[in-house]
């Protein structure tokens, strides 16, 4: 017994060590500005000797937990910002919370002595910075890194009909994630979201926000709101920006020089700070704001600030804060405020690895498996920027108010009266389903369609797409199954088979698509499409190239592809079976076609090219089919040819240049049901590159060539036609020009008997318009005047309406 009491004494130290070693420390506080007692974010906290370190948040709050695994009675805590003088404490490992408040000094500063010079020295400056850069940009292939990303909205208390404090900004949303991200030159960016949270009024697929390293403005480039900006560390920086040496901060260790930024023209460039370490020519921090030439929504101010540190030899980003308020007025009745906050942490980079290239066929943002189960351990152990007061509270409050649908803090009236509409709008477009053109349409062949589209993974290589409905006019069942999979992990290499019985156009429908057709022909009796019905099957194998891009909703596809593929399909004429809409006259007959067993084989390459929408400055596709009886067994012999090319390029700071560049050719006995005609307007409403002073279907061939041309020269008499608070940058001024010329073959003319116009049978030839647009009104509108010069004695004027370009 004596000898068991002398052990429990000798050893109650050490289980006394263990059980305290056996728990976190946890050390949090608020670090403020000694002078002005203001908080302060983005202040480095490192414990020194470990790999532990944290962030502070907006309100200045941080937190860091110390595990048991790290050896140490005590712990040296650095507190670091540019600008500041650097604290330190120490600390003693614990199993109580320890509250710690720190008050950065602010560091002395030497401001510039006013020196006549030919050049200032900020430019000296900033030359060598670029050349730093040049340097690196030369030897960084790669690197892996972590990031957390938070993205908040708020607006006003009435909008948000709710209030969370006695101020007038309430908290609507939050998004909040932890992934990994990766980075491979040229451009190759991917993250991985590993951990994801939101408020209970955002569902979790909605989450996919991960701002990563794409967002650095040491890149030549930052995209915001789709405006592409130079940064000052772009190679012609030194011809963009005047920059001016304002002043010397003096550091613990180093003196930081603070530059003054200023664009030097009307390009989209920022203005503000850069704080550089003038031994290393690196960059500290910036605080930026883009200037007038950026052209962002409702009068949106914004401001940038990232910070960056020194890894390795490498100059990296490491914190992000990006905070941007707009407020639009509408008849200066209501004013609803929207506030947008980001900010991003990135750490623990990893610098020229071998990465795989597969990560970066994926689209820029995916979801690892295990983000679809919530890891609180996660978000309580290891918060790199821990929440705010008004931050936690928004999540308690917001979850309320589901909580109480129809209480005083539920929703407001806009929403419950036509939130419902809009909601089952929007999930009608995702998954399971393929769209609201699949539930319903309209036209002058099928008359009333009802179906439903669903799509689904089977496996993650086999996917599946069915649709079925039935259509009132025709009386006729129609349906789609298709299957496909993928033959490698990253799906670049797939097969597909398609069995299908429907209604096809011989059109292109990316032109005006279902939906556009559905109001038009209801209303107005103008059906854009010209159809034919399509019994039948298809194989095809494709093999993609690049990173998955968005093309809508939640579709997405590779910039460059090549596919084969073969069709067995009975083609067979569609007649016009209705004529009920609203408002017109008649519906236009449908273009007949030979009816018959079509096999055909082909092939298509689509160069950073996508029909639905633009995905590049420039880019192209060309598509072959071919039907020969001696080859397999057909009813129809003919070659059928076509392409089309894209190039938007600038021409001066503010101007672009558009060109668009179709053409296509058959030889043969080409049907009808293989024409091409001449794209147009429909109903006062244009596309992109379409003629705007043609009739729908106007003219045919079975060869044909239009060209395209828009110049947009941006504002060009700044102040005029602008919309306060709506659109205050004014509104964009456009020339456009269109040729256009179809043709078709004696041997066509033979073997159709075709009666369908073609440009080369009037007396000019061609077709040809020119006019003027107008861009940007109210932000989303366009409004064009073309004056159409061919097939008449004086010029005939229209006017049409689109999506404002952008």
């Known amino acids: 017994m004596k000898f068991l009491l002398t052990l429990l004494v000798l050893l109650f130290p050490v289980i006394a060590i263990a059980q305290q070693s056996g728990k976190n420390t ?3 506080g608020q670090i403020t500005d000694a002078e002005s007692n203001e ?44 600008g500041y003088r650097t604290e330190r404490r120490t600390i003693m490992r614990t199993n109580d919370t320890l509250h710690i408040n720190i008050a950065l000094q602010p560091a002395a500063s030497q401001a510039m002595e006013v020196v006549v010079s030919a050049e200032d020295p900020g430019v000296k400056l900033m030359r060598n910075v670029l050349r730093r850069k040049q340097q690196q940009r030369d030897s960084l292939h790669s690197y892996s890194y972590k990031l957390y990303t938070k993205f908040l909205a708020s607006t006003d208390t009435m909008t948000a009909s709710r209030a969370d404090s006695r101020s007038d900004t309430t908290i609507v949303a939050i ?17 991985e979201i590993t951990q994801r949270r939101q408020t209970a009024n955002i569902s979790a697929e909605a989450n996919f926000v991960a701002f990563g390293t794409n967002i650095n403005v040491y890149d030549d480039y930052v995209t915001l709101l789709s405006e592409k ?14 920059f001016v040496l304002e002043r010397h901060i003096e550091g613990d260790y180093i003196t930081i020089s603070r530059v003054r930024v200023n664009p030097k023209d009307d390009r989209k460039l920022f203005s503000g700070i850069i704080d550089i370490n003038p031994q290393k020519f690196i960059p500290l921090s910036v605080e930026l704001t883009p200037n007038r030439a950026v052209q962002l929504p409702f009068d949106a101010r914004l401001a940038f600030d990232q910070k960056f540190e020194e890894i390795g030899r490498f100059v990296l980003p490491t914190g992000l804060h990006i905070f941007s308020t707009l407020e639009a007025a509408f008849l200066w009745i209501l004013s609803p405020r929207l506030d947008i906050t980001i900010e991003t942490v990135a750490y623990d980079y990893d610098v020229n690895i071998s990465l795989d290239d597969n990560l970066f066929t994926q689209r820029r943002v995916e979801i690892n498996p295990s983000a679809e189960i919530f890891d609180s351990t996660v978000w309580i152990d290891s918060p790199v920027l821990p929440l705010r007061a008004q931050e936690s509270a928004a999540y308690f409050n917001i979850q309320r108010n589901r909580d109480n649908a129809d209480s005083a803090i539920g929703s407001n009236l806009i929403d419950r009266t036509f939130g419902v509409f809009a909601r089952t709008a929007t999930r009608l477009g995702q998954r399971p389903f393929t769209g609201f053109e ?49 033959l490698d992990e990253a799906q670049l290499f797939s097969v597909e088979a398609l069995l299908f019985r429907k209604l096809s156009r011989r059109d292109n429908p990316y032109i005006v698509t279902s939906n556009g057709i559905t109001p038009t022909a209801f209303l107005f009796k103008n059906d854009y499409g010209d159809y034919y019905y399509s019994n039948g099957v298809e194989a095809a194998a494709e093999v993609s190239f690049g990173q998955l891009k968005y093309i809508r909703r939640d579709i997405f596809a590779r910039p460059r592809a090549f596919r084969i593929f073969v069709r067995n399909v009975y083609e067979q004429s569609a007649h016009k079976r209705t004529e009920f809409a609203i408002f017109g006259h008649t519906f236009r007959d449908n273009p007949v076609i030979i009816d018959g067993m079509m096999r055909t ?29 001696r080859l397999i067994p057909s009813d129809f012999s003919f070659e059928h040819y076509y392409g089309s090319l894209q190039l938007r390029t600038p021409t001066l700071p503010l101007w672009l240049l558009d060109l668009r560049f179709s053409g296509g050719y058959t030889r043969g006995n080409v049907p009808p049901q293989r024409f091409f005609s001449l794209e147009s307007s429909a109903t006062y409403v244009a596309a992109e590159s379409v003629f705007r002073g043609m009739n729908v279907k106007e003219f045919y061939g079975d060869s044909y060539a239009a060209i ?20 205050s940058f004014g509104i964009e001024f456009i020339t456009i020009a269109g040729v256009g010329w179809t043709q078709f073959s004696q041997q066509t003319l033979n073997y159709t008997n075709t009666k369908l116009p073609s440009t080369s049978a009037t007396a000019d030839g061609w077709y040809y318009e020119a006019g003027i647009g107008f861009n940007k009104i109210a932000l989303f509108l366009r409004c064009d005047i073309s004056a159409r010069f061919s097939q008449r004695s004086v010029p005939r004027f229209g006017f049409t309406l689109s999506g404002a370009t952008y």
């Open 708 to 727: 395209a041309l828009e110049h947009n020269f941006g504002e060009v008499i700044p102040g005029v036609l602008r919309i306060p608070n709506i659109a």
């Open 26 to 28: 946890i050390i949090q």
């Open 229 to 242: 900006i130079a940064t000052p560390f772009h190679p012609d920086a030194l011809d963009y920006y005047d």
């Open 39 to 82: 908080s302060l974010r983005f202040v480095t906290v490192r414990v020194e000797d470990t790999p532990k370190g944290a962030m502070s948040s907006i309100g200045g709050k941080f937190l860091i937990k110390i595990p048991p695994s790290i050896h140490k009675d005590s712990f040296s805590i650095k507190f670091s910002m540019v």
């Open 601 to 629: 084989f082909g092939a298509e390459i689509r160069w950073d090219y996508h029909p639905q929408r633009r995905i590049s400055t420039f880019g192209f596709n060309l598509h072959a089919e071919i039907s020969n009886p």
């Open 438 to 486: 699949d539930i319903f349409r309209y036209n002058r062949v099928q008359g009333a369609y009802f179906g439903i589209g669903l799509r689904d993974d089977l496996s993650t290589l086999v996917h599946w797409n069915a649709k079925i409905g039935y259509s009132f006019a025709d009386k006729r069942l129609s349906g789609e199954l298709l299957l496909k999979k993928g």
């Open 175 to 191: 998004f909040e994630s932890y992934s990994n991200g990766y980075f491979a030159q040229p451009d190759k960016y991917f993250n």
